[in-house]
T-cell receptor, first 109, second 113 residues
Framework: GQSLEQPSEVTAVEGAIVQINCTYQ??????LSWYQQHDGGAPTFLSY????GLEETGRFSSFLSRSDSYGYLLLQELQMKDSASYFC??????????FGQGTELSVKP | DADVTQTPRNRITKTGKRIMLECSQT?????MYWYRQDPGLGLRLIYY???????NKGEISDGYSVSRQAQAKFSLSLESAIPNQTALYFC????????????FGPGTRLTVL
């Protein structure tokens, strides 16, 4: 079967750095994606890793280790607007995404 | 205008009723998906379609059916709604470039009484 694990909740303060981890078990792994969702709104794409290493997009970075079936999303210089749910998702060659259960990030002043 | 639209945005219905949720997109994407979201369970794939003649079941297709009327339109039907189908439903689209970037509609909040 396929499964992903990520923490259910993370709390951090404004200006800090937070890391959200994701471990996965899947067949036919193609890549690891991250999505952000504010309060029941539409999920929006943040990043994608197909190869090992770090991808940086502004304040957000995403890391993948295929040998460890592990990735993380790193958010720097946290802002209040970063309070949201973050989902990791595994893609396979069948073109589908399997989503994790989501991590709710609360950013405190 | 939004690239992916869903109608209705909210719907309250009764057990046993037939319900159709509609999704339209102007992105020109071939791939379209229907997900449901329940609190604490993330997004689960109901059905997906890679072109007009291609329909595939996802993780939780029981109790649902779909129709791909055109490249731009993908509808989800609940033939006989039941209370545990109360959820937030999202439609999404993607292209075939392999970056796993899906574009989501605003969602339909469905309540089955």
């Amino acid at each position: 079967g396929q499964s992903l694990e990520q923490p259910s909740e993370v709390t951090a303060v404004e200006g800090a750095i937070v890391q959200i981890n994701c471990t996965y078990q899947t067949s036919g792994f193609y890549g690891l994606s991250w999505y952000q969702q504010h309060d029941g709104g539409a999920p929006t794409f943040l990043s994608y890793n197909a190869l090992d290493g770090l991808e940086e997009t502004g304040r957000f970075s995403s890391f993948l280790s295929r040998s460890d079936s592990y990735g993380y999303l790193l958010l720097q210089e946290l802002q209040m607007k970063d309070s949201a749910s973050y989902f990791c998702a595994v893609g396979n060659q069948g073109g589908k995404l399997i989503f994790g259960q989501g991590t709710e990030l609360s950013v405190k002043p | 205008d939004a690239d992916v639209t869903q109608t209705p945005r909210n719907r309250i219905t009764k057990t046993g009723k037939r319900i159709m949720l509609e999704c339209s997109q102007t992105k020109g994407h071939d791939r379209m998906y229907w997900y449901r979201q329940d609190p604490g369970l993330g997004l689960r794939l109901i059905y997906y379609s890679f072109d007009v003649k291609d329909i595939n079941k996802g993780e939780i297709s029981d109790g649902y059916s779909v129709s791909r009327q055109a490249q731009a339109k993908f509808s989800l039907s609940l033939e006989s709604a039941i209370p545990n189908q109360t959820a937030l439903y999202f439609c999404a689209t993607s292209d075939t470039l392999g970056r796993d970037e899906q574009f989501f509609g605003p969602g339909t909040r469905l309540t089955v009484l």
